[in-house]
């Protein structure tokens, strides 16, 4: 479905500058942050390299490794991760090893049980050797870099801080297997949970109202699968998934009492909208007379941050860029000859299959006339606070793990995913990528491993060339569209292999000069005529139609322009919503001052604006008024899933249900756009006082970056040592900028660009960057909030990459070398 974005409001003005206070900070936290600092200068004699490794560290925390072979630079890469994000890495490695439990209770056993039943259950060598030759070196070497650097901190006693807050220590146990878990990839991957909803939708509104209020996109008269009993369709499905999305955990002083993690790794999350912008400009549109790249992938905002910024250098290896934390190589970024870039594409690469169990045995599942025995095994899971371990039965069928039973019904919903497959672990496809000298080579490392997730990929290469390439594993689905969970037993709906490469779409160097991509259903636009199905669930166009908009325009454009256009708020919604606004006859002083507000308004959602504050309020109210006269009493009290491009259509051409002729149905329209204006300004009465002259886009509307481990709630910034001082944002969902939020009631920035790049192709050195909170998560290191205020004002930093440039840059300069036996 394509989620409706709500707003929220801030006033920057209000806020102090951006940093951690850490004068401020508790003496005896600050004390012990200090002393578990990294050493980031001098040498380290280390187990596990045959040369020395240099790490250059410069001014914005960028570790720059240079090695002499494969093995030393990825052990160098683990080594110095570990060193920066170890509390991320442990939290990371018990979320996708299923061993929550162990640290953080009872409450995770079902969350625990869920990852290890998606772990990979193939040919270990196979696995390997799919995302790059040297693979196993790789992965064994990035494992023995993490737990060197792990043990290290062991023996000098200098554990992060947040081990001691949460009672545990590190492990150095990472092995190759560690970095190839599949929950990484899990919640990216679509669509195993909105089958459930949309078939407990069918249950409740009916077929065709559930197209009307919940349409696909592309819109599909979406049925029922032959064969499928809604009734088998339980709400209690969805509750695993939900765990297997986000977790919270208690801890001692924290915010609130408990923290959401995201699903990756350890940070804080909330409901996680899907958004990402990349675009590519080739020398004819460029002032330089060659691409610039740009990309601002977005996910949950949180501390640690998600991505971690890297150059990687050895004989055949030179590459810049960010990748996760506990994955080798660098995901998106460039290297001497080409860039790249992605954003989620959308392709359905999950389906759920209704099992029919024996009532005798539930053990034993219908396949084709014929009783099959699922794949039984137990495991143990080691719980915090319980002496004995929970025992736990993890069941599979041909499809794959079964993650729901109702033994009453005699029915199992197994699902099947690509991440089962040889090379299904997310985000670890680019290692070839990075040695990518052309397009045909790019092609051809891509086709090799880039499996999941789902993604729009955009190139430039130093010889001028642009290229656009679609790729996932995408099922062949010859019979049903993988909308609804589908019936098991008869073989009916089974997969058909998956798209071959060479049918995925693709663009090489397009008569327009540029590829543009958010996360819409971009593929008929850059490959026309494409019409192999490969979901049904994008993103809302508005800011893939922003950005188009400005790259059509013909100016030359420089590295600054995009830099500009990734900061861009002007809301493509509100030039809809707003002029009908300002037709409305209102008559209460209130209101017409708040028309008055609208008028002249340039439609771009700037912190400082009023206008900005009033049209994001209004947007907030305006969705469930929109939808009432489609829905019954009581369906209006616990409806969810307002699709806002759905609600701009009924604001300009009003639905039938508004009334029974097109007069009639105009009235309703503007009653309920009346009614949201005049709710819009109750609230920001309520909540920024009754003078609009002090109204502005957000007081509220920050990025917080509080640490799931911070004490920050109701004590001043700056006394935890974990704390970040708010930064105040513009923008919203919808917006180039996007600033996902959850709700009128909640309005802190969830989601967006935590990082993001644009690549200078006639000079790399002129590449730039933005991150937040810092490439370090260790509390009172130079480079923990470093650069927030840089990544809040759009001013982007300096992406440096050769090694004079490097030089220029250098902050701190550390050796590991090897231990001679």
């Known amino acids: 479905m394509r989620p409706a974005t709500l707003p929220a409001l801030f006033l920057a003005s209000l806020l102090p500058a951006i940093a951690i206070a850490q004068s401020a900070v508790a003496p005896d936290a600050a004390a012990a942050a200090r002393a578990a600092l990294a050493q980031i200068d001098g040498t380290i004699m280390v187990s596990g390299t045959s040369e020395p490794v240099e790490v250059i560290r410069d001014r914005y925390g960028v570790p720059h490794i240079y090695a002499k072979n494969t093995g030393d630079l990825f052990f160098a890469q683990g080594f110095v991760v570990a060193q920066d994000r170890m509390w991320q890495l442990e939290m990371w490695r018990r979320n996708g090893e299923g061993r929550l439990a162990e640290v953080l209770g009872k409450d995770y056993v079902r969350r625990d049980t869920f990852a290890r039943m998606l772990q ?31 043990q290290k901190a062991i023996d000098e006693k200098k ?14 146990v990472w092995t190759a297997k560690t970095i190839l878990t599949r929950m990484a990839g899990w919640a990216m991957t679509r669509n195993a949970s909105s089958e459930v909803t949309r078939a407990l939708d069918i249950k409740r509104f009916g077929l065709e109202k559930t197209r009307e209020l919940k349409p696909t996109d592309p819109e599909r008269a979406f049925a029922v699968p032959e064969g499928l009993n809604l009734d088998d369709i339980e709400p209690g499905i969805l509750d695993i998934t939900r765990d297997a999305n986000n977790y919270r955990f208690p801890l001692p002083g924290a915010a609130a009492g408990e923290v959401s993690m995201d699903a990756s790794y350890g940070g804080i999350a909330d409901e996680r909208p899907s958004a990402s912008n990349n675009w590519v400009i080739g020398g004819a549109k460029s002032a330089t007379g060659k691409p610039l790249l740009a990309n601002d992938p977005h996910r949950d905002l949180v501390n640690p941050a998600l991505r971690y910024l890297v150059h990687l250098n050895a004989p055949g290896w030179n590459a810049i860029g960010a ?9 998106v970024g460039h290297n001497d000859r080409v860039a790249w870039g992605f954003t989620i594409l959308g392709v359905d690469q999950q389906d759920l299959y209704v099992e029919e169990t024996n009532p005798a045995d539930p053990n034993r599942y219908m396949w084709k006339g014929e009783w099959r025995d699922m794949t039984v095994t137990r495991e143990l899971i080691f719980v915090k606070g319980q002496a004995n371990p929970v025992e736990v039965t993890l069941k599979r069928t041909h499809h794959g793990p079964v993650l729901y039973e109702n033994a009453a019904k005699h029915r199992a919903m197994a699902l099947r995913w690509a991440g089962a497959e040889t090379g299904g672990a997310g985000y670890v496809g680019s290692l070839g990528v990075m040695q990518s000298r052309d397009w045909q080579e790019f092609r051809t490392n891509i086709a090799r491993a880039w499996f999941l997730p789902s993604h729009s990929i955009v190139y430039a290469d130093v010889e001028g060339n642009i290229g656009y390439l679609g790729v996932a594993l995408s099922p062949v689905r010859r019979n049903w569209d993988g909308l609804l969970p589908v019936p098991g037993k008869d073989g009916t709906y089974e997969w058909e292999g998956y798209v071959p490469f060479e049918k995925l779409p693709a663009s090489f160097n397009p008569p327009t000069g540029f590829f543009n991509t958010s996360n819409n259903d971009v593929v008929p636009k850059i490959v026309p005529g494409y019409d192999l199905p490969l979901g049904f669930e994008y993103s809302q166009p508005f800011r893939y139609n922003r950005v188009l908009e400005v790259l059509k325009s013909r100016k030359p454009f420089t590295l600054a322009d995009l830099q500009a256009l990734q900061q861009d708020t002007v809301s493509i919604p509100a030039r809809t919503l707003v002029p009908l606004v300002l037709e409305l006859a209102v008559y209460k002083p209130d209101v017409v001052r708040a028309q008055r507000i609208l008028a002249g308004w340039d439609f771009s959602l700037k912190k400082e604006s009023a206008a900005a504050a009033l049209f994001e309020a209004l947007q907030s109210k305006l969705p469930p008024l929109a939808y009432a006269p489609l829905l019954t009493e009581e369906e209006r009290f616990n409806y969810r899933g307002y699709d806002l491009e759905r609600v701009l259509e009924w604001m300009v051409r009003p639905a039938k249900a508004y009334g029974a002729s097109p007069k009639e149905r105009l009235a309703a329209r503007d009653r309920i756009l009346t009614q949201a204006l005049e709710q819009a300004v109750a609230h920001l009465a309520r909540t920024q006082g009754e003078d609009s002259k002090n109204w502005a886009w957000g007081r509220v509307h920050t990025a917080d970056f509080v640490h799931p481990l911070s004490r920050q709630k109701g004590t001043a910034v700056g006394a935890d040592v974990f704390a970040v001082t708010p930064a105040p944002r513009g923008g919203d969902g919808n917006t180039v900028m996007a600033t996902s939020y959850a709700s009128d009631t909640n309005t802190k920035q969830i989601a967006g660009a935590s990082f993001s790049f644009v690549a200078d192709v006639a000079d790399w050195d002129r590449s730039t960057f933005l991150s937040a909170p810092g490439n370090s998560a260790q509390p009172l290191s130079p480079f923990y909030s470093n650069l927030v205020e840089s990544w809040a004002s759009g001013k982007g930093n300096m992406l440096a990459f050769s090694r004079n440039k490097v030089d220029e840059v250098k902050a701190n300069v550390l050796t590991l070398e090897p231990i001679r036996e």
């Open 120 to 150: 990979f259950r193939g040919n270990w060598d196979a696995e390997y050797q799919k995302y790059h030759p040297q693979g196993k070196l790789i992965f064994d070497s990035f494992a023995k870099g993490v737990n060197a650097a792990i």
């Open 159 to 172: 554990v992060p801080v947040e081990f001691e807050r949460m009672g545990f220590s590190p492990q150095p």
């Open 323 to 331: 990748t996760e934390p506990g994955v080798p190589g660098i995901a």
